[in-house]
T-cell receptor
Framework: GENVEQHPSTLSVQEGDSAVIKCTYS??????FPWYKQELGKRPQLIID?????GEKKDQRIAVTLNKTAKHFSLHITETQPEDSAVYFC??????????????FGTGTRLTIIP | GAVVSQHPSWVICKSGTSVKIECRSL??????MFWYRQFPKQSLMLMAT?????????EQGVEKDKFLINHASLTLSTLTVTSAHPEDSSFYIC????????????????FGPGTRLTVL
C-alpha cells in the first residue's frame, strides 16, 4: 500500500517569512495530492491540491509543487501570518472511476508562526 | 456546499457500553464516506471505508465487530463503538467524498468536525 512521509514534524517561522513542508510517497500509481490544514480541535480543511499531470499549482500565498519522478511534493506558504499556525497534513491517493480511493496521510507538521 | 456534520461532538461513556456516532452530508449525497481515528498530536488513521448500500471495507487491524459501520442512506453513515473500553478513547472523524471534474477528475474529501470519545 501507499506510504507517505512528511517532514519536518514541527516548524517555527518568523511572521512574514516562508514555510516549506515536504512529503514523499511510495506508490507511483498515486495521482492526487491534497494538503489539509487542521487547527486545534477542529476538522481538517482542504487548502490546496494537485494532480499528477501538473507540476505546480498556486493559490495566493500557498503553492504546491510535485516531482513525479522523485515521488515527492511540497507545500510552500509565503508571507506567513499568525493565522497560518496549525497542523498541516499532506496526503496521496489514486483516482479511479470507482471513486472510493482512500487517502493516505502524512504524519503532520505543526507550523508555528512567530509574531 | 459540501458540508459534513457529525454528532455528537463529544461523548463520555462507561466501559462496556456502546456508542453511536453519526456522520451526515448536509447539502450533497455521498455514496462513500470514510471513518478516521486521530490520537492527540498524531495523524489521521483510516479505519474503514463506508459505501452506501454495501458492507464497509475495514483497514487491516481494525476490528469490524467492534467498530460497526452502517451507511444506510446517501447522506448518513454511522459508526458504533461496541463494548467500549478506555483504549477506545480517541477523536473520531468522518469524511465524505465529493467527485470533482472541473480542473481534472479527483475525489475530494470533506471532513466532519469530529467526535471526542472518552471511555471511563
Amino acid at each position: 500500500g501507499e506510504n507517505v512521509e512528511q517532514h519536518p514534524s514541527t516548524l517555527s517561522v518568523q511572521e512574514g517569512d516562508s514555510a516549506v513542508i515536504k512529503c514523499t510517497y511510495s506508490d507511483s500509481a498515486s495521482n492526487y495530492f491534497p494538503w489539509y490544514k487542521q487547527e486545534l480541535g477542529k476538522r481538517p480543511q482542504l487548502i490546496i491540491d494537485i494532480r499528477s499531470n501538473v507540476g505546480e499549482k498556486k493559490d495566493q500565498r500557498i503553492a504546491v509543487t510535485l516531482n513525479k519522478t522523485a515521488k515527492h511534493f511540497s507545500l510552500h506558504i509565503t508571507e506567513t501570518q499568525p493565522e497560518d499556525s496549525a497542523v498541516y497534513f499532506c496526503a496521496a491517493s489514486m483516482w479511479s472511476n470507482f471513486g472510493n480511493e482512500k487517502l493516505t496521510f502524512g504524519t503532520g507538521t505543526r507550523l508555528t508562526i512567530i509574531p | 456546499g459540501a458540508v459534513v456534520s457529525q454528532h455528537p461532538s463529544w461523548v463520555i461513556c462507561k466501559s462496556g457500553t456502546s456508542v453511536k456516532i453519526e456522520c451526515r452530508s448536509l447539502d450533497f449525497q455521498a455514496t462513500t464516506m470514510f471513518w478516521y481515528r486521530q490520537f492527540p498530536k498524531q495523524s489521521l488513521m483510516l479505519m474503514a471505508t463506508s459505501n452506501e448500500g454495501s458492507k464497509a471495507t475495514y483497514e487491516q487491524g481494525v476490528e469490524k465487530d467492534k467498530f460497526l459501520i452502517n451507511h444506510a442512506s446517501l447522506t448518513l453513515s454511522t459508526l458504533t463503538v461496541t463494548s467500549a473500553h478506555p483504549e477506545d478513547s480517541s477523536f473520531y472523524i468522518c469524511s465524505a467524498r465529493v467527485v470533482r471534474l472541473a480542473g481534472g477528475p479527483r475525489n475530494e474529501q470533506f471532513f466532519g468536525p469530529g467526535t471526542r470519545l472518552t471511555v471511563l
